[in-house]
């Protein structure tokens, strides 16, 4: 199992979340967060903007549906700008469901 966590631009998180349920996964944490990358913020014209909205999507996925979610996530968020976010992928030892106990996803 793999964690998969992706910082996108706000106005894409739909568009990424319908192009996940139409691939079958369904399963997913979305988290309205600040931050900034490599470019340190945004000027424009006089203001700097040194943290922008973003929403992290959190999702754990089984090891062989990683490329489809990252494909999937890196398609519906690309604007060709500076900004249209990063993606993290993580290994994940175990997954518990609290009222079940049932292991794995």
Known sequence: MK?????VRPEKVDSIVEG???A????L????VFGRGKQKGITLGDVHY???PKVMVLMVVDDESVEEVIK????KSYTGHFGDGKVFVSP?????????????L
């Open 3 to 7: 964690m998969v966590r992706a910082i």
């Open 20 to 22: 996940l349920e139409e």
């Open 24 to 27: 079958g996964h369904f399963s």
């Open 29 to 32: 944490t979305k988290l309205n």
């Open 50 to 52: 040194d943290e922008l």
């Open 72 to 75: 999937i996530i890196s398609f």
């Open 92 to 104: 994940v030892e175990e997954a518990i469901t609290i009222r079940t106990g049932a292991r794995g």
